[in-house]
């Protein structure tokens, strides 16, 4: 069964600080991974595909198909940064699977 | 050139009431998804639908919620005799098929809380 797991509910970090949000799937073919950024009672953002490798405001995940993760990194978090963030993946059918989500809280 | 857009952005019911959440996909978008997220909690798959079809309804608790998306109009999510647990923020999302790599477009939610 596909499963996607955020481990961690809540992240506190510094502005200018690293953070890193970790993100862990099971799924039986090749999964497409995606990050998405939920601000405050809002809708949901694409923030990064993993088949586009780019960069979003400074954010970047890698597929590590060995490790079956996909986590979340920026090397200097701004306050702009605190958000809810969900790791997701798409089965065959091209719906979405989310994982429980990871609220970022960057304090100055 | 507007993208989901779902109403009513927020509605109070009492319990045993009705519910009726709507979504407009973006224009020609034929496959429709609703999630459900609660306080404190993710978002959790309920429907995946096409034009008159359920493709996916595994995530729909099996009483009192239903969902359609019939050939003109909106996809309509329907929440009968709600109670408290029911108080949730309702998300439609919309893509133009089902193949893999499409990206899927967010409304902004719906926002029911039941009293």
């Known amino acids: 069964a596909q499963r996607v797991t955020q481990p961690e509910k809540l992240l506190s970090v510094f502005k200018g600080a690293p953070v890193e949000l970790k993100c862990n799937y099971s799924y039986s073919g090749s999964p497409e991974l995606f990050w998405y950024v939920q601000y405050s009672r809002q809708r949901l953002q694409l923030l990064l595909r993993h088949i586009s490798r780019e960069s979003i405001k400074g954010f970047t995940a890698d597929l590590n198909k060995g490790e079956t993760s996909f986590h979340l990194k920026k090397p200097f978090a701004q306050e702009e940064d605190s958000a809810m963030y969900y790791c997701a993946l798409t089965d065959s059918w091209g719906k979405l699977q989310f994982g429980a989500g990871t609220q970022v809280v960057v304090t100055p | 050139?507007?993208?989901?857009?779902?109403?009513?952005?927020?509605?109070?019911?009492?319990?045993?009431?009705?519910?009726?959440?709507?979504?407009?996909?973006?224009?020609?978008?034929?496959?429709?998804?609703?999630?459900?997220?609660?306080?404190?909690?993710?978002?959790?798959?309920?429907?995946?639908?096409?034009?008159?079809?359920?493709?996916?309804?595994?995530?729909?608790?099996?009483?009192?919620?239903?969902?359609?998306?019939?050939?003109?109009?909106?996809?309509?999510?329907?929440?009968?005799?709600?109670?408290?647990?029911?108080?949730?923020?309702?998300?439609?999302?919309?893509?133009?098929?089902?193949i893999s790599g499409n990206t899927i477009y967010f409304g902004e939610g719906s926002w029911l809380t039941v009293v």
């Open chain 2, 1 to 98: 050139n507007a993208g989901v857009m779902q109403n009513p952005r927020h509605l109070v019911r009492r319990r045993g009431q009705e519910a009726r959440l709507r979504c407009s996909p973006v224009k020609g978008h034929s496959h429709v998804y609703w999630y459900r997220q609660l306080p404190e909690e993710g978002l959790k798959f309920m429907v995946y639908l096409q034009k008159e079809n359920i493709i996916d309804e595994s995530g729909m608790p099996k009483e009192r919620f239903s969902a359609e998306f019939p050939k003109e109009g909106p996809s309509i999510l329907r929440i009968q005799q709600v109670v408290r647990g029911d108080s949730a923020a309702y998300f439609c999302a919309s893509s133009p098929g089902q």
